[in-house]
């Protein structure tokens, strides 16, 4: 008799149960949580990634045409490059590195042409770039503005 009353105890028991209704102190079964119900997420903030540059910029004396970051530059008696990719930090800074040739005019000399390591930095502020190139360590006395999408405005040496 005592187990007819246990087993009819256990069957109302479990007719009468929400299934959604967990207890707290009891491991989560998360095959089974999620049936039913609506899963929560919690939210994770990363920081925003930021895009290397890209596209034309031109100003005066200056043309730079950045693509995935690494880009080249044309001046009136120069050029360079630019070898790592330019990722503005949030503030829209930025310093990267490359080459600078200086050029004169008339047939590049046999040797080739004289490379330089630089320092390309800068901020960008919206569609305008402010410029500072830095070649064997001294930084040029020319500070250059661009502007995205611009025409430059360049004459070569002759």
Not at 43 to 72: F, N, Y
Not at 130 to 137: C, E, F, N, P, Q
Request: with cysteine; net charge negative.
């Amino acid at each position: 008799m005592r187990s007819m009353i246990l087993t009819i105890s256990a069957v109302l028991c479990l007719s009468c149960s929400d299934s959604n209704v967990r207890n707290p102190a009891a491991p989560a079964d998360r095959s089974t949580q999620a049936i039913g119900t609506t899963a929560r997420h919690r939210a994770v903030t990363h920081p925003p990634s930021r895009a290397a540059l890209s596209g034309e910029w031109g100003g005066e004396h200056i043309a730079l045409e950045v693509q995935d970051g690494a880009g080249r530059l044309e001046l009136d008696c120069a050029h360079g490059s630019i070898t790592q990719a330019i990722v503005p930090a949030a503030d829209g800074t930025f310093s990267v590195l490359g080459t600078f040739t200086r050029e004169s005019g008339g047939p590049v000399p046999r040797e080739g042409e004289d490379v330089h390591p630089a320092r390309y930095s800068g901020k960008i502020s919206g569609d305008r770039m402010d410029l500072t190139i830095a070649v064997d360590g001294t930084e040029l006395a020319d500070k250059f503005v661009l502007v995205k999408n611009q025409s430059p405005r360049i004459v070569k040496c002759l």
